[in-house]
């Protein structure tokens, strides 16, 4: 079923701003960026040959899945590793689940997908749920640091991929585009990753260090992505982004279990509120 793939898939998310957050104490952002994407990227064809598909994609859809490529791998990568760096896991989780906003807006205005007032109703209480969470109930809500403006940048960002690659998945298939984009986005990646000489940064990882990039590169960027891709191939792109609004919450588990943050009654109110904001959305579109 589509609606559990995405929900896998932000479950990964979910962990891996805690994951993210380990791996940078031992790493910089383009070495981790690069070596998850090659990871996945390995994973991805791999799983192509097993299913007899040929990883090589029509001639004319390259230049769309490249634009995927920059889109989603090098620039989100790059705003949100550099981002994690300059802030907190949990504050970045918070945030992420403002990208459904963008996802509905973008939507209706270039696919022209219907918003019936039930569905407005549930973006609305998903929304200001997500806000009560990421403002912990203080009256004003200001990015504190650099880092919380790159995570809202990598927000918008993420919005503007899922609908830019709607038609590309549809067409070629979730695996197939997943595939293609994240390799055309890894290759973006590469230059970077030489240029600084992030191989050498590799000898010293931990164990602990390379469970984080093996969590990162073969779950979140691989499965996630193949995940979400097939949930896009089937479902509205609204549909689907409203699902994010559990990402944050999936990130406090996270945070409460492997970094010890408490949970305050606030963030719980806004919990519910962000999950009555999905149902009222996913039951819409049963």
């Known amino acids: 079923m589509p609606r559990v793939g995405a929900l896998i898939a932000i479950l990964l998310w979910g962990i891996s701003f805690v994951a993210t957050k380990a791996a940078l104490r031992e790493l910089t952002p383009i070495a981790l960026i690069s ?6 990227t390995a994973v991805l064809f791999v799983l192509l040959a097993a299913k007899r598909v040929s990883p090589i994609p029509p001639r004319d859809a390259i230049p769309q899945l490249a634009i995927m490529g920059f889109i989603g791998i090098f620039v989100h990568q790059m705003l949100q590793a550099h981002g994690i760096a300059l802030t907190s896991a949990v504050n970045a989780g918070w945030l992420i689940g403002l990208t459904p906003i963008w996802s509905a807006f973008l939507a209706g205005l270039f696919l022209r997908e219907r918003f019936t007032a039930r569905k407005i109703a549930g973006f609305v209480i998903g929304f200001a749920g997500a806000v009560l969470v990421i403002t912990r109930g203080e009256p004003v809500f200001l990015p504190s640091t650099a880092g919380d403006l790159l995570i809202l940048a990598s927000t ?14 549809r067409r070629l298939g979730a ?12 290759l973006m990646l590469v230059p970077a990753f030489v240029a600084r000489g992030g191989w050498r940064e590799l000898s010293g990882v931990s164990a602990a260090g390379w469970g984080s990039i093996l969590f990162l590169g073969i779950g979140c960027s691989a ?9 896009l191939e089937q479902i509205d792109a609204s549909r689907v982004a409203v699902l994010l609004y559990l990402e944050p919450l999936v990130t406090l588990i996270a945070a409460v279990l492997l970094l010890g943050e408490r949970i305050t009654i606030i963030t719980a109110a806004g919990g519910l509120l962000v999950f009555a ?3 009222v959305v996913q039951r819409e579109s049963a």
């Open 175 to 186: 695996l197939r585009a997943t595939g293609g984009s994240m390799f055309l986005g890894t």
């Open 223 to 231: 499965f996630g992505y193949f995940l979400w891709y097939g949930a």
């Open 156 to 169: 918008l960002n993420w919005a503007i991929y899922t609908i830019v690659g709607h038609p590309t998945i």
């Open 35 to 40: 070596v998850r994407f090659i990871l996945g």
């Open 277 to 279: 904001g999905v149902l």
